[in-house]
């Protein structure tokens, strides 16, 4: 299974723009990367997904290396609510592994007022 | 309002019970899903279940049982067998047959055993 590697902390300010990095080297052609994240003592929320061409949502963006084994999520204007555990993950949807993702320990995002 | 809805958030029990979680949801999702959560880790996958009366194993299993009756419902029994019950339990949901839709996520249930 393809595994992801990310820093285990970053730190921002209020209103400034954060780039959570994953780097992915294994990753294979079918592999979607998907990014989740977690609120001390609350289920993991989904934030965006992308698989080749980068991608924006309301939440974030996901910028996505032309080679695939690294994205970038980018949070435009870190806000207080942002502060959580991110996980870049893969998600292989090919065959019986449909709807597996693997999660590894993440970031924790500090965001400081 | 639609959601999953696991209960109860924290549940405590005696070393060799049975304990069952529930997990409940009404967003017509096909596939159902549960993890277990140790502090400071990831989420490590027990049992998915794509369709009504079929589960798949997950990766740590062992010491777990579920069952699929109900589309709705998805609930996960912790046995005696398992050796290490006490952690943060997550059931989520998806939308079967689609490529690349995202888990939903409950609230937790947090299991400590002693």
């Known amino acids: 299974d393809a595994k992801t590697t990310q820093p285990n902390s970053m730190e921002s300010n209020e209103e400034e723009p954060v780039h959570l990095p994953c780097n992915h080297s294994?990753?294979?052609?079918?592999?979607?990367i998907h990014w989740y994240r977690q609120l001390p003592s609350q289920g993991p929320e989904y934030v965006i997904h992308?698989?080749?061409s980068n991608v924006n949502n309301r939440m974030a963006s996901l910028a996505i290396a032309e080679d695939r084994k690294s994205s970038t999520l980018i949070l435009h204007r870190a806000t207080l609510r942002d502060a959580a555990v991110y996980y870049c993950?893969?998600?292989?949807?090919?065959?019986?592994?449909?709807?597996?993702?693997?999660f590894g320990r993440g970031t924790q995002l500090t965001v400081w007022p | 309002d639609g959601g999953i809805t696991q209960s109860p958030k924290y549940l405590f029990r005696k070393e060799g019970q049975n304990v069952t979680l529930s997990c409940e949801q009404n967003?017509?999702?096909?596939?159902m899903y549960w993890y277990r959560q140790d502090p400071g880790q990831g989420l490590r996958l027990i049992y998915y279940?794509?369709?009504?009366?079929?589960?798949q194993k997950g990766d740590i299993a062992e010491g777990y049982s579920v069952s699929r009756e109900k589309k709705e419902s998805f609930p996960l029994t912790v046995t005696s067998a398992q050796k290490n019950p006490t952690a943060f339990y997550l059931c989520?949901?998806?939308?079967?047959?689609?490529?690349?839709?995202?888990?939903?996520f409950g609230n937790g249930t947090r299991l400590t055993v002693t």
């Open positions: 279940s794509q369709i009504v009366n079929d589960f």
């Open positions: 294994t990753i294979s052609g079918t592999d979607y």
């Open positions: 967003l017509n999702h096909d596939a």
């Open positions: 993950i893969l998600r292989d949807v090919r065959g019986s592994t449909l709807g597996r993702l693997y």
């Open positions: 992308g698989l080749t």
């Open positions: 989520a949901t998806r939308v079967a047959g689609t490529r690349d839709s995202p888990l939903h």
